[in-house]
């Protein structure tokens, strides 16, 4: 089976501008979750989806939102982009719907200037 | 919300000798916790996980631990190699009902050859 995966990769944009990153989770996966790794923060959770819908989501202002495709595969938006929402995204996908194992992509590096 | 603490941040050893690493979490309803090691550039990966149900886990070199009246549980690490060389995260669900981690701010592990 193919792994999770993001795209695209790397990400370079301008404060103020959207950017939008998108998952694809491994065939069967219905749930996909979204964090963001920054050194200074670690691992935080930004939402996750079920079958279309947003059963979660983390302590981040409104600028950050996602939604689910009926194929399970995800995407996350970022509107007017800070200098501060520079970081690595990982997208998660997880075979059950709650409390198990997830799988992460290779992340989309995005750095804002 | 559930919050994590991981210690320690930085931990050496010897190769062939054992390490440990600590976490914490605040909300009694949390019942699934997931170790992932994450070396430099790649993403994070399972490297064995534990329910609330079981209060110990062992797979080969790594075993986990879990006090659920303590709200505690570790990582150890035996027969340490150089290999093992990576950042550690510890992490425990959400009680929410669905697929969210709650992250430890990881353990740069350094084994010495």
């Known amino acids: 089976k193919a792994g999770v995966t993001q795209t695209p990769r790397y990400l370079i944009k301008t404060r103020g501008q959207q950017v939008t990153l998108s998952c694809s989770p491994i065939?069967?996966?219905?749930?996909v979750s979204w964090y963001q790794q920054t050194p200074g923060q670690g691992l935080q959770f930004l939402f996750e989806y079920f079958s279309e819908t947003q059963r979660n989501k983390g302590n981040f202002p409104g600028r950050f939102s996602g939604r689910q495709f009926s194929n399970s595969r995800s995407e996350m938006n970022v509107s007017t982009l800070e200098l501060g929402d520079s970081a690595l995204y990982l997208c998660a996908s997880s075979p059950e719907d709650m409390n198990t194992e997830a799988f992460f992509g290779q992340g989309t590096r995005l750095t804002v200037v | 919300g559930e919050n994590v603490e991981q210690h320690p941040s930085t931990l050496s050893v010897q190769e062939g000798d054992s390490a440990v690493i600590k976490c914490t979490y605040s909300d009694s309803a949390s019942n699934y916790f997931p170790w992932y090691k994450q070396e430099l550039g790649k993403r994070p990966q399972l490297i064995i996980d534990?329910?609330?149900?079981?209060g110990e886990k062992k797979d080969q070199r790594i075993a986990v631990t879990l006090n659920k009246t303590a709200k505690h549980f570790s990582l150890h690490i035996t027969e340490t190699q150089p290999e093992d060389s990576a950042v550690y995260f510890c992490a425990a669900s959400g009680a929410t009902g669905a697929n969210n981690l709650f992250f430890g701010t990881g353990t740069r592990l350094t084994v010495i050859p």
């Open positions: 534990i329910r609330s149900n079981v």
């Open positions: 065939s069967g996966h219905r749930s």
